[in-house]
């Protein structure tokens, strides 16, 4: 007992939080110092250190404490915990949907589309898709013998749209009605009736506003305007039209937009060339050709890296990534690269802050009502319209507490978003010229030299280069 008590005087333990690792440090240092293997196992037993020990190290230490004295050495080391998998969604075989298929590209840069123009119809009460649950753990042990609870794996859910039915148990997802399977805005999952045109949109069919998808066998002429809730495929060209779709746009040809009008879809926008035009998409915009002189906008990716792969003149936005064979050319063409942050959260940001404001104004009115009135039915003084007002009164407050969640969540999502640069970059797999200008998150790079074979990306505050592997 007379050495342990000594040793308390001259070691110190310490654990990290989880209790899976256990630190050995000399609190006193003294040339003298000594003792045995038992003694120091005596000491950890003492100190609640059971599990995953390093007798090495111990002996070691027993036979040279001197070596330790300036050091913290890990003395135990438990068992980590493996997390749960996730539950996971999926989707069914024969759908074939037209967003899990990468175009055909031959060597001179064409693009076979006939598989994305193949529609992907269910029949009512067809399976769609199943879910699956998340699969258990395995928990760990600390140093002290204690069990280490593993992260269980998150349940996965659908995201319903339009026309699907969920099964009583939530294990699987069906059609609702006979159509085309949609993924569209935020990944939700519908069942669209189609439209289809056999030939141009011009003035003998008129502007386009339906509820599934279009098909458009022919051209989208200028100054005509295309809207579906589903997808839009057009089998040739658009021209300086509007094209607005809740879920993708894959076009045969190319746009040629004379700077009017807008492509705009929820999901993808998928063509062989634009030219002059305005593209917006949710998530990302793929062109097999070039992209020349024109605006486009993407939530993640902006990719024109086929046997062309050219982009010059105009500005291109992606949240995450922007990749192409060749940026801008010998003339030294301005062209705008911005990656990492777009315009768009930035003023969802600022829209939903202010939303904040007036909700939390209007909650505190509504809390104050309820409170008088909540004292009027105390007193058994409350009067029937003022029953009928306090009923009223609770559930605006319900739909305003619940209206603020959602945004307090989404506003963190985009503040993760605007400071998360460290993944976006830009690919250029053949030459990039001077003239062109990269942007990732606050940070700009003029290229003032041709380089070739770069990927640019942000590090330690700065825009830096690497070779392309």
């Known amino acids: 007992m007379e050495q342990e008590y000594a040793l308390d005087q001259f070691l110190n333990i310490t654990m990290t939080a989880d209790k899976s690792e ?74 074939n949907r037209s967003d899990e298929h990468r175009p055909l590209e031959t060597q001179d840069g064409k693009v076979d589309y006939k598989e994305l123009i193949r529609l992907s119809n269910v029949r009512k009460g067809q399976l769609i898709a199943e879910r699956f649950d998340p699969e258990p753990g395995v928990p760990g042990t600390g140093v002290t013998g204690e069990e280490i609870p593993f992260r ?44 289809e045109v056999n030939g141009d949109v011009d003035y003998s069919i008129g502007n386009i506003d339906f509820v599934g998808t279009v098909v458009i066998r022919g051209n989208v002429l200028t100054g005509f305007r295309v809207k579906a809730d589903g997808d839009i495929r057009v089998v040739g060209g658009v021209e300086g039209a509007e094209l607005d779709a809740a879920g993708s746009i894959e076009i045969t040809g190319g746009i040629i937009g004379y700077h009017k009008g807008l492509v ?79 315009p768009e959260l930035r003023n969802e940001l600022t829209e939903l802050r202010n939303l904040l404001k007036e909700q939390a104004v209007s909650l505190d009115k509504t809390t104050k009502a309820l409170n008088i009135l909540d004292q009027l039915a105390s007193a058994g003084q409350l009067t029937p319209d003022k029953t009928a007002m306090r009923i009223k009164l609770k559930a605006t407050k319900a739909s305003t507490e619940r209206e603020q969640g959602e945004n307090r969540a989404r506003i963190l999502e985009i503040e993760r978003m605007l400071e998360d640069t460290d993944t976006a970059r830009v690919e250029v797999r053949s030459i990039i010229y001077s003239g062109s200008k990269i942007v990732i998150g606050r940070y700009t790079k003029y290229i003032k030299d041709s380089v070739q074979r770069m990927v640019f990306h942000h590090q330690d505050g700065d825009i830096t280069m690497s070779a392309l592997v």
């Open 22 to 95: 256990a630190y050995l440090e000399f609190s006193k240092h003294d040339e003298g110092f000594h003792c045995s293997f038992q003694e120091l196992e005596n000491y950890l037993e003492k100190q609640n250190i059971r599990y995953g020990i390093k007798r090495q190290t111990l002996q070691q230490l027993a036979d040279r404490p001197e070596k330790f004295f300036l050091a913290k050495t890990l003395i135990a080391e438990g068992t980590a915990p493996i997390s749960g998998k996730d539950g996971y969604i999926k989707m069914v075989e024969i759908m």
């Open 152 to 195: 269980a794996g998150r349940e996965a859910r659908f995201k319903v749209g339009k026309n699907v039915v969920v099964h009583p148990e939530g294990s699987a997802l069906y059609a609702a009605i006979d159509g085309m399977v949609t993924t569209t805005d935020k990944d939700k999952i519908n069942v669209f009736p189609v439209y």
């Open 264 to 342: 705009k879809a929820g999901h993808n926008v998928k063509c062989s060339f634009i030219q002059d035009g305005n593209v917006a998409a949710g998530a990302n915009i793929v062109v097999s050709q070039s992209i020349m002189h024109s605006n486009l906008r993407a939530g993640k990716q902006v990719l024109c890296s086929g046997a062309k792969g050219l982009i010059v003149g105009g500005n291109i936005q992606a949240g995450e990534k922007v990749a192409a064979r060749t940026i801008g050319n010998t003339m030294s063409t301005a062209t705008s690269i911005e990656v990492g942050v777009l």
